[in-house]
């Protein structure tokens, strides 16, 4: 059974388009994350969602829109796509967003290539 | 603000010689501290993490490390490599003195281990 899984795996797409990222995790985790690993494999928070609060926003430009329609689910939707969007988005959950040594459990990530 | 350091981006061993990864943390009080691993084309697996108590943290796949607070570091060892431990290694922290503004982890820059026979 897969822990935290996102849909799709790949996502090729031109310069300007809008795109979706979908996460679901059936952990019975409380909160999830997104974070985003550029070409150099450095991982960035984005955001983190607790019970369907936004708790944690990373100065992520406003073309980034996350959403989580229930505490299973934190989707990422991304408007007017940029080259510099070109990254590997991993989502992640944890029991909850407070206790800061509870691990976290990685989704397979999610390559995006704006061309 | 935290921050991690990790020392080699690439590190290569041989088959069978002791594997020693460095990180190095920044934070005004001790942090928690993780170590992740990243198999090629996949998320990351939690290797082992240090919060409070025994210094010494046992980790899964033969991997352990030690939280020394006088060189603010956290470095991971096994002393006996595989092949099948090629992978990207991130050390991780995370701030006890969390508030309720979230868990957020600060990743270093990761290594790159290489295994050869």
């Known amino acids: 059974d897969t822990a935290v899984s996102q849909t799709p795996k790949y996502l090729v797409t031109q310069m300007g388009n809008d795109k979706s990222i979908k996460c679901e995790q059936n952990?019975?985790?409380?909160?999830m994350y997104w974070y985003k690993q550029d070409s150099k494999k450095f991982l960035k928070i984005m955001f983190s969602?607790?019970?369907?609060?936004?708790?944690i926003n990373e100065t992520v430009p406003n073309r980034f829109s996350p959403k989580s329609p229930d505490k299973a689910h934190l989707n990422l939707h991304i408007n007017s796509l940029e080259l510099g969007d070109s990254a590997v988005y991993f989502c992640?959950?944890?029991?909850?967003?407070?206790?800061?040594?509870?691990?976290?459990?990685f989704g397979p990530g999610t390559r995006l290539t704006v061309l | 603000a935290q921050s991690v350091t990790q020392l080699g981006s690439h590190v290569s061993v041989s088959e069978g010689a002791l594997v020693l990864l460095r990180c190095n943390y920044s934070s005004s009080v001790p942090p928690y501290l993780f170590w992740y691993v990243q198999y090629p084309n996949q998320g990351l697996q939690l290797l082992l993490k240090?919060?409070?108590?025994?210094?010494l943290v046992k980790g899964i796949n033969g991997f352990e490390a030690e939280f020394k607070k006088s060189e603010t570091s956290f470095h991971l060892t096994k002393p006996s490599a595989h092949m099948s431990d090629a992978a990207e290694y991130f050390c991780a922290v995370s701030d006890p003195a969390l508030t309720g503004g979230g868990n957020k982890l600060t990743f270093g820059t990761g290594t790159q281990l290489k295994v050869e026979l």
């Open positions: 240090y919060t409070t108590g025994a210094t």
């Open positions: 992640a959950s944890s029991q909850d967003g407070v206790r800061a040594y509870n691990e976290q459990f």
């Open positions: 969602y607790n019970n369907k609060e936004l708790i």
């Open positions: 952990l019975g985790h409380d909160t």
